[in-house]
């Protein structure tokens, strides 16, 4: 049992703050259902809900560190697979059965539903944390409650009266853990590591630790079509430079080195595929209600924002490959070359100004939206000032995990609010004066911001140790 | 100037040569492995008696790594038949794992743990496991227990992925270039630990790598990985013994190869050429030195000249 204790261990070490809150959350769910504070039946389904969410927390969490522990080098430790085994069942254990128990004595009538119906809770969170995209169906039944609320209440109450039921939640979840385990437990050669600065919304970046993400066919060849686009990319840029040996032209091949994704063609081919998943989602859910504008606008901004947290973890990962960089472009001084990345990177502004007015424009299309135009104005000014700022942060931003996510999650609401404001701004005093104004605020501010920021990254002597753990 | 021969080498079953066990601990029939369209395994066999140390040579990118990975099952096969320690290798599992040690080229698993934790968690799984060894190993290879994997040097790494296969004092360990990242310190100790670890009855070691030092010093039986299959597999004092290198010397040079039997290689440098021959005949290179006006030197190639030679 040696063994089993140190995989139960692994998430308490990795994960020491969701394990304690989802910890909390079960022990107050149990609570919830034992105490009975209300002596009413209804309390108990809140303490199984309450459970049911510490244990989908948990086990997102489970299934991130058994993707970081299954590596096929793993499989040579003895007995692997059947510890494993043991681990899952002490997670049905804890997270299924006693909960359950616990319910079933103090409301009889659902008992199996309710095990059911967390095993199934317990399934989902191991699949999305495996990053299996078969996690994501559960937004597709809450999309599909939205749509229709009426049938889905309908649906329900049908559900927690009818004996099969439990069976099929059951059968759901040995359909998901077969899904999710299979791939896992599967031995396959390694696949070729990404780029670190390849652009995120491919889904095929490492994570944190390194782990690639897994991938199905579809998504192979999605990234083989990037791939092929980055070459053809690089070949143009080297032929134009062999030709006219410019800076202009140096400059571009730093660029299309840098960020192999973020050429026209694959470009065109993102917004396509975004374009797509956006058409589809809004068809699936276009009849549920009325959207307002500057939400739409406000999430093509932060869809656009999310870009740059991928460059700052990206740019941490790429430093040792850097100085085989630095070491070809031979620059006279640490500050040229510092510049010369400056200069590659700020590419990534008018791409982001770009991709905000597409899906604004496709937002404000798929919600027959009364003013695009007012909502193109704003994305534009917005995204072109976000956009500078987070590229500066990023440049010279903290290197630790918790600060770079505060300083996401910082310039991602602040652009979501001033896309809000904006957008508010030009409608009250009119597109020339409200434009004007937003435009002389926020660029001013990202302007300054990216000014200084490039000031103290030229200053800042090029670094190339990878990163430490 | 450099002539080429074909290799008259003919494959050797290793368990038909004296002095080996009769049950092998890894038999390969047949074996295939392509990424893509290159095929880096072709039909190879192989067969490793008990008790050897077997050093695997080849150049880079002739498949070591592909196929120390294939036969542990770390690797999925086209086709073909894998069996270690008497067991076929679909996957990898049973009881036999506790006596299998692995050290990978490169050591880049779970960075996040420290060196301790990470030792713990791997001897949870180990019905045998050498904590002495740990301790002393650690200790003398400047390995820090509360630092994390991830902040250690490639060097670092490799030493504690040496620690993690030689604690559970496997019978085979499988090493894939494990002394590339050491530095000539912690190589001897490294050495030193694994003749140890051979003095005891029944252990079995495969370890590619191009230190070809290393092998002379452990005495290993040398296999050839060429062209997706093994060329030979054979001890190193049989490898000596059979191949030679004579060198013809005469003033004016050498404008043609002459013809000789078990001639593997030719190459000329100003006065001299030399020949690499598998089993020679010492009368038949006296006649020949004799026929050409020139004067014979036999010499032993080192088992590095034999790799240049033949890789």
């Known amino acids: 049992m040696r063994a089993v204790w140190q995989l139960w261990l692994q998430l308490w070490k990795r994960m020491p703050v969701l394990v304690v809150l989802a910890i909390l959350m079960w022990l107050g769910g149990l609570i919830f259902i034992v105490m009975n504070p209300y002596h009413y039946r209804g309390s108990v389904f809140v303490g199984v809900a309450l459970s049911a969410f510490a244990s989908w927390f948990w086990h997102i969490g489970q299934g991130q560190a058994l993707r970081g522990l299954c590596r096929p080098e793993s499989f040579l430790l003895p007995d692997f697979q059947r510890r494993l085994a043991w681990l899952g069942a002490i997670s049905v254990l804890q997270w299924v059965i006693l909960p359950s128990l616990l319910a079933a004595l103090f409301a009889p009538t659902h008992g199996i539903l309710i095990a059911a119906a967390l095993l199934f809770v317990a399934a989902m969170g191991l699949a999305t944390g495996c990053g299996r995209r078969v996690g994501l169906l559960i937004w597709v039944v809450f999309i599909a409650a939205g749509w229709m609320p009426q049938l889905a209440g309908q649906i329900v109450k049908v559900a927690l009266i009818s004996p099969w039921t439990a069976p099929l939640l059951i059968l759901a979840t040995v359909l998901l853990l077969r899904m999710t385990l299979l791939p896992l437990l599967h031995i396959d050669d390694r696949e070729v590591e990404p780029s670190p600065l390849e652009n995120a919304n491919l889904g095929r970046t490492a994570t944190v630790d390194g782990t690639p993400q897994p991938r199905g066919a579809i998504g192979k060849r999605i990234a083989g079509l990037f791939d092929y686009v980055a070459q053809h990319a690089m070949e143009l840029a080297l032929r134009r430079y062999r030709e006219r040996p410019t800076a202009p032209h140096k400059l571009m091949l730093v660029r299309r080195l840098l960020l192999p994704h973020d050429n026209p063609q694959a470009i065109a081919l993102r917004l396509l595929l975004v374009a797509g998943m956006v058409a589809i989602y809004f068809f699936v859910i276009m009849h549920r209600q009325h959207f307002n504008a500057a939400v739409v606008g406000a999430y093509a901004i932060l869809l656009t924002m999310t870009r740059f947290p991928q460059l700052g973890r990206g740019m941490l990962r790429m430093r040792p490959n850097l100085a085989d960089l630095y070491l070809t472009l031979a620059p006279r001084t640490h500050a040229e070359y510092q510049k010369m990345l400056v200069d590659a990177l700020l590419i990534l502004v008018p791409i982001s100004v770009l991709t905000a007015l597409a899906y604004t424009l496709l937002g404000s299309v798929l919600v027959h939206a009364a003013e695009p135009g007012r909502m193109l104005l704003t994305a534009a000014i917005v995204a072109s000032s976000a956009s500078l700022v987070a590229l500066a942060v990023h440049l010279i931003g903290p290197e630790g995990s918790f600060g770079r996510a505060a300083i996401n999650l910082v310039v991602l609401l602040g652009s979501m609010a001033m896309y809000w404001g904006g957008y508010w701004l030009i409608g009250a005093i009119g597109y020339a004066i409200g434009g004007i104004t937003l435009a002389v605020v926020t660029i001013s501010f990202g302007g300054g911001v990216w000014y200084a920021a490039q000031r103290e990254y030229q200053r800042r002597t090029p670094c190339f140790d990878a990163p430490l753990v | ?311």
Request: glycine share 8%.
């Open chain 2, 1 to 311: 100037m450099s002539m080429s021969a074909d290799l008259p080498i003919t494959l050797v079953d290793p368990v038909s040569l004296p002095g080996t066990h009769a049950g092998p601990v890894l038999r390969v029939e047949a074996l295939r492995k392509s990424f893509g369209k290159r095929e880096v395994l072709q039909s190879l066999d192989w067969s490793v008696p008990a008790g050897r140390v077997i050093g695997l040579l080849g150049r880079n990118g002739a498949g070591k790594t592909t196929l120390l990975r294939c036969l542990l099952g770390l690797s999925p096969i086209d086709s073909g038949r894998v069996e270690l320690l008497g067991e076929p290798m679909l996957e990898p599992g049973g009881e036999r794992m506790h006596r299998i040690g692995f050290v990978p080229q490169t050591f880049d698993l779970f960075p996040w743990m420290r060196v301790r934790a990470y030792l713990d968690f791997t001897a949870a799984f180990y019905a045998r496991w050498d904590h002495a060894l740990v301790t002393r190993l650690l200790d003398s290879w400047q390995l820090d227990p509360k630092q994390k994997i991830g902040q250690l040097s490639q060097g670092q790494r490799q030493k504690l992925a040496i620690v993690r296969a030689i604690a559970p004092q496997p019978d085979l360990l499988v090493l894939d270039e494990p002394v590339a990242s050491l530095d000539p310190q912690a190589r001897r100790a490294f050495m030193a630990e694994l003749l140890d670890l051979m003095r005891r009855p029944g252990k079995t070691v495969i370890f590619s790598t191009h230190i070809t030092a290393d092998l002379e010093r452990a005495g290993a039986d040398i296999a050839l990985l060429r062209d997706g299959r093994i060329q030979f597999t054979r001890p190193l004092a049989e490898l000596r013994e059979r191949f030679l290198r004579a060198v013809l010397n005469r003033a004016e040079g050498w404008s043609s190869t002459p013809s000789i039997a078990g001639l593997l290689k030719a190459s000329t440098s100003g006065a001299d050429l030399q020949l690499l021959l598998e089993d020679p005949d010492a009368n038949d290179l006296q006649a020949l030195a004799a026929s050409l006006g020139a004067s014979l030197r036999i010499e032993t190639p080192s088992l590095e000249d034999l790799f240049v030679e033949l890789a």
